[in-house]
Nanobody, 120 residues
Framework: QVQLVESGGGLVQPGGSLKLSCAGSGFSVDQYAIHWFRQAPGKEHEGLSCINGGDGSTHYPDSVKGRFTISRNDAENTVHLQMNSLKPEDTAVYYC?????????????RGPGTQVTVSS
C-alpha cells in the first residue's frame, strides 16, 4: 500500500522556521514528483514547491521563492520542506502529494497533512 505521511508541523512565532517531512512507504519517492501544498481555512489549495523524480529538479512559485526549500533524502525515502521567515499568513494545513511530473497537475495520492500555525 502506497502512503505519504507528513510530520513536523506545529506552532511557531513569526520570523521562525520549521522543517516539514513527507515520508513515503510502499514506493520510492525518487520515482515520483513530490509536491508540497497548503490550504488555509476558507482559501484555495496553494502549490508551494515540487521536486521531480529522477533528476531532482525543484520548482517554486514566486510567493515562496527564497523562503522555502524542498529537498529529498533517498536513503530515508523522505522529502523535506524547510520554511524560513514564517509569517502569520503561512498558517495552514500543509500536505504532500505524488504525481508523475512537477508540471503535471494530476496527482496520484496525497498525505493527510500537518498543521502549521504561525502566531505570537
Amino acid at each position: 500500500q502506497v502512503q505519504l505521511v507528513e510530520s513536523g508541523g506545529g506552532l511557531v512565532q513569526p520570523g521562525g522556521s520549521l522543517k516539514l517531512s513527507c515520508a513515503g512507504s510502499g514506493f520510492s519517492v525518487d520515482q515520483y514528483a513530490i509536491h508540497w501544498f497548503r490550504q488555509a481555512p476558507g482559501k484555495e489549495h496553494e502549490g508551494l514547491s515540487c521536486i521531480n523524480g529522477g533528476d531532482g529538479s525543484t520548482h517554486y512559485p514566486d510567493s515562496v521563492k527564497g523562503r522555502f526549500t524542498i529537498s529529498r533524502n533517498d536513503a530515508e525515502n523522505t522529502v523535506h520542506l524547510q520554511m524560513n521567515s514564517l509569517k502569520p499568513e503561512d498558517t495552514a494545513v500543509y500536505y504532500c502529494a505524488a504525481g508523475s511530473e512537477c508540471f503535471d497537475a494530476e496527482l496520484d495520492f496525497r498525505g493527510p497533512g500537518t498543521q502549521v500555525t504561525v502566531s505570537s
